[in-house]
């Protein structure tokens, strides 16, 4: 959440930077009216309670001297009841500002492509080459029911569009894969956690998915439970409504969880395959870090992201989100695309982003420095990768002629020594 006191002493500055995020400007002249109105009341209340208090002196002064004090009872009370309205009047305000304000979101770094959307992120650079095949390369999809490792129609059987079950090598693949992912990352200092794969409203709140995006959702009816969309938000509030010792930072943590996302919206998109999914693995880096020392940390998170795509031998691209293209609570956001042959294309395999104090606001996530000050940490998260795009990557990126898919050198001793899926 962004703070009152950024719209209300920058207004400018935040108007012209939320206006590449698409965010209308009378929004924020709503925001900034509720604001002046509340603060006029705060004043308003603060006389009342001053007067309320050299009444009260009267009364006791009076009572002491053994003086009619009726008339400043009178009017004391008066006073009271004119401070409980506008104490209610000032609750209801203050409801209508954070309403107002968990609607907006995050502003973009100085240094952020402005843009409308994807079409206008910066690519930085490219890593690894695409491979040339002397055949036609087969979509994931194929080749995994031809393998007999991914079974979409049972999936769906089972459950409904957007499942699949892995068997087999398949399943072995995956668990391979998120394994060497979480070893890589223990390796480069994150602790590895398992979390809840349930969070209730209040996690949801605090990295910023509710109230705007409960329809990407999957609620549990009659209940304060949500199916996580990311193991960020479970990792992120680990340290909700706490004050965590400075000399710690930075902290990391990775975990890998099962996502659920309804994907709202994306009707008609990545029908097949593993890259659009209800229900998908994916491995979760996240940061708690001083301010100072945030974007450093952003920049080794994907450096992180990168280790595992360069030791799996897939060519890959980094770009830098533009304004119109980045998530609600970043600031800054990098994005890693891996080339998938059947596409032709780079396609998203993981999102590293510095959502600065954005989620640290909303989710009461603090630090107290050395000279024993308390103040809101920076928060990141990237995925480490989203496993099923990776699969998919290593399906596409090493089949062979023949069907069959090489495995990857690095996590062959994962497979138990299997180098040929066949």
Not at 245 to 273: C, H, N, Q, V, W
Not at 311 to 324: D, I, M, N, P, W
Not at 329 to 340: G, N, R
Not at 372 to 395: D, F, M, P, W
């Amino acid at each position: 959440m962004l703070d009152i006191k950024k719209i209300r002493n920058h207004f400018d500055v935040v108007e012209t930077k939320l206006k590449t995020r698409g965010v209308s400007v009378e929004k924020l002249y709503e925001i900034r009216e509720l604001d002046t109105k509340k603060r006029e009341l705060i004043i308003e209340t603060e006389s009342l309670k001053k007067q309320r208090n050299e009444v009260s002196d009267a009364i006791g002064l009076a009572k002491r001297n053994k003086e009619d004090a009726s008339a400043a009872i009178a009017q004391m009370q008066e006073v009271s009841a004119k401070i409980k309205a506008l104490d209610a009047a000032l609750a209801a305000f203050d409801e209508k500002v954070t309403a107002r304000l968990e609607m907006i979101p995050n502003l973009p770094a100085d240094d952020v492509p402005v843009g409308a959307d994807e079409a206008d992120n910066v690519e930085l650079k490219r890593v690894g080459e695409v491979p040339s095949f002397d055949f036609e390369p087969q979509a994931h999809w194929d080749l995994g029911e031809k393998l007999d490792i991914l079974d979409w129609e049972r999936g769906a059987k089972v459950t409904g569009s957007r499942f699949l079950f892995y068997k087999g090598l398949g399943a072995r693949l995956e668990r391979a894969v998120y394994n060497f992912m979480l070893d890589e990352h223990a390796k480069e200092g994150y602790t590895e956690m398992i979390t809840p794969y349930m969070v209730n409203h209040d996690s949801m709140y605090g990295t910023g998915q509710y109230p705007k995006f409960k329809e990407d959702t999957f609620e549990l009816a009659d209940s304060d439970f949500v199916l996580i969309p990311t193991a960020e938000v479970p990792l992120t509030n680990y340290y909700r409504d706490e004050i965590i010792d400075g000399a710690k930072l930075p902290i990391y943590f990775t975990a890998m969880s099962p996502s659920f996302r309804s994907e709202a919206g994306s009707a008609g998109r990545d029908t097949r395959g593993l890259i659009r999914l209800h229900q998908f693995h994916k491995v979760e880096m996240v940061k708690f870090a001083k301010p100072e020392a945030s974007y450093q940390e952003l920049d080794k998170m994907l450096e992180n992201a990168e280790n595992i795509l360069q030791k799996l031998g897939l060519a890959y691209r980094v770009v830098t989100l533009s304004t119109g293209d980045m998530g609600f609570s970043a600031a800054k956001t990098y994005d890693l695309e891996v080339w998938i042959p059947a596409q032709n294309t780079y396609r998203e395999i993981s999102s590293c982003s510095n959502t600065e104090d954005f989620q640290a606001r909303r989710a009461q996530i603090r630090y107290r420095d050395a000279d024993g000050k308390t103040q809101l940490l920076h928060t990141l998260n990237g995925s480490g990768l989203a496993v099923g795009r990776t699969v998919a990557a290593i399906l596409e990126n090493y089949q062979n002629a023949d069907g069959s898919v090489t495995v990857p050198e690095v996590l062959r001793s994962y497979l138990g020594g299997v180098d040929v899926i066949g």
